[in-house]
């Protein structure tokens, strides 16, 4: 079965970076970012496709984040620079083993989540 561990989350003041990490085991085709705030649905942030040849983010992180792989690790990372308050939010790591994109019916298997706070 997929397991799925998260870290990196922490508070950081507007315009800070983090790191988030996600290390996975079992078979995934696909991994991604997802994050939730109270009240709300969770929205897809980035997805990675496998070996890291094709990626895909939200509009609202274009240019801010960046997913990337470590494929001899199975590990992904959410590399987010220019945080902005509405960055506040619980972010969790999942697998697909289908479709690959931002859709979240794809993603059957999730992390535990970590909290991202971006104070300004």
């Known amino acids: 079965q997929v397991q799925l561990v998260e870290s990196g989350g922490g508070s950081v003041q507007a315009g800070g970076s983090l790191r988030l990490s996600c290390v996975a085991s079992?078979?995934?085709?696909?991994l991604g970012w997802f994050r939730q705030y109270p009240g709300q649905e969770r929205e897809g942030v980035a997805a990675?496709?496998?070996?890291?040849?094709?990626?895909y983010y939200s509009d609202s992180v274009k240019g801010r984040f960046t997913i990337s792989s470590d494929n001899a690790k199975n590990t992904i990372y959410l590399q987010m620079n220019s945080l902005k308050p509405e960055d506040t939010a619980m972010y969790y790591c999942?697998?697909?083993?289908?479709?690959?994109?931002?859709?979240?019916?794809?993603?059957?298997?999730w992390g535990q989540g970590t909290q991202v706070t971006v104070s300004s």
């Open positions: 999942a697998a697909s083993r289908s479709a690959c994109g931002l859709w979240l019916g794809a993603f059957k298997f």
């Open positions: 079992g078979y995934t085709y696909c």
């Open positions: 990675i496709y496998p070996e890291g040849v094709t990626t």
